[in-house]
């Protein structure tokens, strides 16, 4: 089977969900995956479907007409001051078509994430939609390893991991280290490479700016990806200086282009 690709948010941030819906199907995209649940960053678009009527028909209308799939929705954060219940975005996202939320940990308090994954996964289950919990090295929870400890703790079917290449490279997760693991505790692809040439540069301004194109970093790309299950690859891949290079319909493209062409050289 044909890997699918979905456009992230991220790739091209701060874009408003229609326009990202038609980047996503002029440059061939399968999905596209849209931030729904806003972080409240300057810059970005506040976009609260359930209580904007007039913007989740013109989604649900672009859906339609460039005929996309809606893959996923974004970002649900565990954190003292942020909701516990996420219900009426989660109906929206269902609504439109998703399957998938992304979710994140942003708390130093575990009992905390246990028990709000606990709720957000019950109130997941009645739209039918799987919770994928990343492990960002800029969060409060950073590795493979303590996102399964929060699986486990949880022990809900609709809880899986996010593997975003990115954090598996910079955390030392080896694609022995994912074959050790039953394939159907993992959810998400996050599709990107790390850059080889790192000088005068922090992590924190690759992760959100500088992430490069599959094949292109240092990233075991193959072999990561040939050790987990031929999940949706939702390429998250922001890169400001492509971005002001070939603009954000360009980049999306070229981000697309490049995965395709990586993945077909290597038999993925």
Request: aromatic share 8%; hydrophobic share 40%; net charge negative.
């Amino acid at each position: 089977m044909t890997r699918q690709f979905s456009l992230a948010y991220l790739t091209t941030p701060g874009i408003d969900p229609v326009e990202q819906i038609k980047t996503a199907k002029q440059a061939g995209y399968d999905y596209v995956s849209l931030r729904t649940i806003p972080m409240g960053q300057e810059g970005e678009p506040q976009v609260h479907l359930e209580s904007d009527p007039a913007l989740m028909e013109q989604v649900r209308q672009a859906l339609k007409d460039y005929e996309m799939r809606l893959f996923d929705i974004e970002l649900l954060r565990v954190r003292e001051d942020l909701p516990g219940d996420y219900r009426a975005a989660f109906e929206k996202g269902a609504e439109l078509g998703a399957t998938q939320v992304l979710t994140s940990v942003w708390t130093k308090d575990r009992g905390l994430a246990v028990d709000r994954y606990g709720a957000f996964c019950e109130q997941a289950a009645q739209f039918s939609l799987t919770l994928n919990l990343e492990f960002p090295i800029v969060s409060e929870l950073k590795s493979m390893k303590e996102a399964m400890e929060i699986q486990d703790q949880v022990g809900a079917s609709n809880l899986k991991i996010l593997m975003d290449m990115i954090y598996v490279y910079k955390t030392g997760v080896t694609p022995e280290d994912i074959k050790a693991v039953d394939p159907s505790r993992f959810g998400v692809i996050h599709l990107c490479d790390w850059p080889a040439d790192m000088a005068g540069r922090q992590d924190v301004e690759v992760v959100r700016g500088g992430r490069v194109y599959c094949g292109e970093g240092v990233v075991d790309l193959k072999g990561i990806l040939k050790a987990l299950p031929a999940n949706v690859c939702s390429i998250e891949l922001p890169n400001l200086a492509e971005i002001q290079a070939r603009g954000r319909a360009g980049h999306a493209a070229r981000c697309l282009e490049t995965a395709r062409e990586f993945f077909a050289a290597n038999g993925l």
